[in-house]
């Protein structure tokens, strides 16, 4: 880690359903930290769903609203970030994250978020013909973003308690070698 980095928050990036907002709230209460979840910060000021936004106003709407709220996240202190899995696949969100924050991927294979996502309907992404086919095309397309994290945790063969674990020791380790301000 690079002794000049600022890390007064962790921010996990990756695609959907790999665990970031749960990963989030269990390390947030562990830490005694924040937790903000940067879609739920878009609702809050869009009054309405990722869902309606994508429907009523558009996917570009939408990622604007998402750079307003990486931006103030600047502003964040002591606080861990869940992202949607859009943002950390835009190299300017990661380097505007990597000035306050630790950025943890966490990583599963196309075959493993298919899984977990299937039975889920309010991802406007996921609301196409082939969405299997779609998640591997788009997850191909993200990856060598999501590679620029600084740590990449492989959520699939391990359990919750182990990735929530690991992305501790992680951060802990992180703010060690950073200089913390
Ligand atoms: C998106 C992921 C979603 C949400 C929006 C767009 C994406 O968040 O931000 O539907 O582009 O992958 P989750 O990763 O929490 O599902």
Request: proline fraction near 3%.
């Amino acid at each position: 880690m690079n002794p000049d980095r600022t890390i007064r928050n962790l921010a996990l990036i990756g695609f959907m359903g790999t665990g970031k907002s749960t990963v989030g709230h269990a390390a947030a209460y562990h830490l005694g930290f924040d937790f903000v979840d940067t879609d739920r910060l878009i609702e809050a000021r869009a009054h309405k769903s990722v869902a309606d936004i994508f429907a009523q106003d558009g996917e570009e709407v939408f990622r604007e609203l998402e750079r307003q709220v990486v931006e103030d996240l600047a502003q964040c202190d002591r606080t861990v970030i869940a992202t949607g899995g859009g943002l950390g696949a835009n190299l300017d969100h990661l380097v505007s994250l990597k000035r306050h924050a630790l950025v943890v991927c966490l990583w599963t294979t196309a075959d493993v978020i298919w899984e977990r996502v299937r039975h889920h309907s309010h991802r406007p992404l996921l609301r196409v013909p082939n969405p299997r086919a779609h998640i591997r095309e788009l997850l191909a397309r993200r990856e060598p973003f999501y590679r620029q994290a600084d740590v990449l945790v492989n959520t699939g063969p391990r359990r919750l308690r182990d990735v929530i674990c690991h992305v501790l020791r992680e951060f802990a380790s992180a703010r060690r070698s950073a200089r913390r301000r």
